[in-house]
């Protein structure tokens, strides 16, 4: 997934993303307010991790801007502000989940996966299609249930195209799913992945239709 | 003892101290009063015999019959020859002169009264013991309302001290229910104006605790949101330094995880040196403190970070004077705002960048300055860089939130001041306190 990190401080934001990036995930990293302002606009996010007290903006009063907006991307607030009433304003405001610091990045990332299972309707962390069975927790897939060894630019790939099955995404929305800003790309990455992905599963699985972008066959 | 068992012993005790001698006074006049009564009646009794010039037969049968009399009525012949008496069995002697005496006989005391009257002498007598007896009587009768008095007194004072301590028992019990969680002041309701005092001095005090409490929940609270921050990082940075799989990565986790740890200890030893200055957690030291000296002794210690932050420490310690108050609060003080401005001026102007610590002589203050050449603080952040875990924008990574708070305290304590202004070069921080002179 990717995951937009709003942390203003620095030792804190830092060893998140690369705990979050160990997961698997995409994480941009903003530091205040303002900027995390101009992210979301992006519409590129999966879920964003708020802190509340921040520089230059208010994370709460930036929250409830959003959702006035009507802005649905999954927020889970990550604050030390941990009285009762804190909680409520925050859920109230709109928040997926509320955690509370310090926390454990294992929690965290399991915080992550659920508000982004409810948000997809599901009940239970495995993704099962057909023969494909993922394991959005341990990061495991099974291909006609026998397990397959991804790396995680795949996983993260497949992860995305099983999260919406049918759907076309492109080669733009695939390339946003796998990295940050703040990292490189090749031109032919997705295309690459997607390969890998075909030779290590079923080269049918996963179909690509020019103009429309990639899709995982819904299982008949 | 209890205020009401002892006014109410004190009251009572005068109230029958003065009774009793009132009393005294009017049983003693009474029974004055009494006996002037019967010797008036005496005399009175005899005179009238005189006047009506009875001889004794007459006398006699005027009496006859009247045995049951007190008065015994004797008629003496100038020889000294008892010519008739009411008692004639009494052995009242004939007097030797006219007007009152006392007598005594073998029949007891008497009080009589003789008059001449024509060669005869006329005596009337009375037995003292009736007299006394008659005149206590009549004393006696006039304690009445005293006996009748004391007891309605002794209610009355035992409930009008029990009203007016009252209002001591009701501010007790109003005192008793305050607790750390419920400071609100006492009263409402009326007071008698000798116990509005205690109140007033109560309510102030309360109000003061409850401020200072305040403060310190506050302080807790706010303690406890600043440490979660260093420690979430220290967590995260474990959890990497755990989960990383080669030595490299583990080597720069834990090395990440070492500076995570030397920022918490920063935090926490600036906590405790903000609870040390709290006003209610102990009396400042109050001692001649040579500002130059503390001065140069911070630059020396501060040296080896400036110098591993590449920036240039100045120091220009010139007032030759002493400041009253603790030194190793002092010490602190400048200790924090060198450290600030070494980290700011690093992160404003880069290596090479100067900072400098003035002390002299201004006017009748002493003045110490730090000037960096930093981002500096935007005059409408200047004052509130002062508060508790306040943090600008500009703000550097790491800090507490209360270095400046920290100075702002130990400078109130000191009775001096400090503000923050503009750099002399345009760009940078000074921050100036100035001092009240030490008495010479």
């Not at chain 2, 008065?71 to 008892?82: M, N």
């Not at chain 2, 008497?110 to 007896?133: C, D």
């Not at chain 2, 019990?173 to 109140?199: K, T």
């Not at chain 2, 400042?284 to 240039?312: G, Q, S, T, Y």
């Amino acid at each position: 997934m990717r995951l937009l990190l709003v942390e203003d401080d620095s030792m804190i934001g830092a060893a998140a993303q690369q705990g979050l990036r160990q997961e698997g995930h995409t994480v941009d990293w903003v530091r205040d307010g303002k900027e995390a302002e101009l992210a979301v606009t992006d519409k590129v996010h999966d879920l964003v991790l708020l802190d509340l007290g921040l520089p230059r903006r208010d994370g709460l009063s930036l929250l409830r801007e959003w959702r006035a907006r009507g802005l649905a991307v999954p927020v889970v607030i990550i604050t030390a502000r941990d009285a009762v009433s804190d909680r409520i304003a925050g859920l109230d405001a709109g928040a997926d989940d509320y955690l509370v610091k310090p926390f454990d990045l294992d929690e965290l990332s399991a915080r992550v996966r659920a508000v982004a299972r409810r948000r997809a309707g599901r009940a239970e962390s495995t993704l099962r299609l057909g023969e494909l069975e993922i394991d959005t927790a341990t990061k495991r897939v099974q291909w006609k249930g026998a397990e397959v060894a991804l790396s995680a630019r795949e996983y993260a790939l497949l992860e995305a195209l099983a999260g919406r099955p049918g759907a076309y995404l492109t080669r733009a929305q695939l390339e946003e799913r796998l990295y940050g800003w703040d990292e490189e790309i090749a031109s032919n990455a997705v295309e690459v992945h997607i390969h890998g992905l075909r030779r290590k599963l079923d080269p049918a699985l996963i179909r690509n239709v020019r103009g429309l972008g990639y899709t995982l066959e819904r299982p008949a | 003892m209890s205020m009401r068992r002892r006014l109410l012993v004190w009251l009572l005790s005068s109230v029958l101290l003065g009774g009793f001698a009132a009393a005294a006074v009017v049983f003693y006049q009474a029974r004055q009063q009494s006996t002037e009564l019967f010797d008036y009646q005496l005399r009175q009794l005899a005179l009238t015999l005189r006047d009506r010039d009875y001889s004794p037969s007459q006398l006699a049968e005027a009496l006859q019959g009247q045995q049951d009399l007190d008065f015994v009525i004797q008629v003496w012949a100038p020889d000294g020859r008892l010519l008739y008496g009411t008692h004639q069995h009494l052995d009242i002697p004939a007097p030797e002169a006219t007007g009152f005496a006392d007598v005594t006989t073998r029949s007891g005391r008497w009080r009589v009264f003789s008059t001449w009257h024509r060669g005869l002498t006329i005596q009337v007598a009375q037995h003292k013991v009736a007299r006394e007896a008659l005149a206590l009587g009549a004393a006696l009768r006039t304690l009445a309302p005293f006996v009748l008095a004391l007891p309605l007194m002794g209610f009355l004072i035992w409930r009008l001290v029990g009203r007016e301590v009252r209002f001591l028992e009701t501010t007790a019990r109003a005192v008793a229910l305050r607790s750390p969680e419920s400071l609100e002041p006492i009263g409402g309701e009326a007071v008698p104006e000798e116990i509005q005092p205690l109140v007033d001095a109560l309510n102030d005090l309360l109000g003061r605790l409850g401020g200072a409490l305040a403060q310190q929940r506050q302080f807790i609270a706010d303690a406890a949101h600043e440490l979660r921050t260093p420690l979430t990082a220290l967590r995260l940075q474990l959890q990497l330094a755990q989960r990383a799989k080669e030595p490299a990565e583990r080597e720069r986790a834990l090395a990440t995880l070492g500076e995570g740890i030397t920022r918490a200890t920063h935090v926490v030893e600036q906590l405790l040196a903000m609870a040390r200055q709290d006003p209610a957690a102990q009396a400042m030291e109050k001692k001649p403190v040579d500002l130059d000296a503390v001065a140069r002794e911070v630059v020396e210690a501060e040296a080896a970070f400036a110098e591993a932050m590449e920036v240039e420490l100045r120091l220009d310690a010139r007032f030759g004077g002493t400041v009253t108050g603790d030194r190793a609060a002092l010490r602190t003080v400048i200790e924090n705002l060198v450290d600030n401005a070494i980290r700011y001026g690093r992160q404003g102007a880069g290596p090479g960048s100067v900072v400098t610590v003035r002390a002299y002589r201004g006017g009748d203050r002493a003045i110490l300055e730090v000037e960096d050449a930093g981002p500096g603080i935007p005059p409408e952040d200047r004052t509130r860089v002062f508060d508790r875990f306040y943090r600008g924008e500009a703000a550097a990574e790491g800090g507490s939130g209360l270095g400046l708070a920290i100075v702002h305290r130990i400078v109130e304590r000191h009775g001096a001041t400090v503000e923050l202004s503009e750099a002399s070069g345009g760009r940078g921080l000074l921050a100036r306190i100035a001092f009240p002179l030490s008495p010479a």
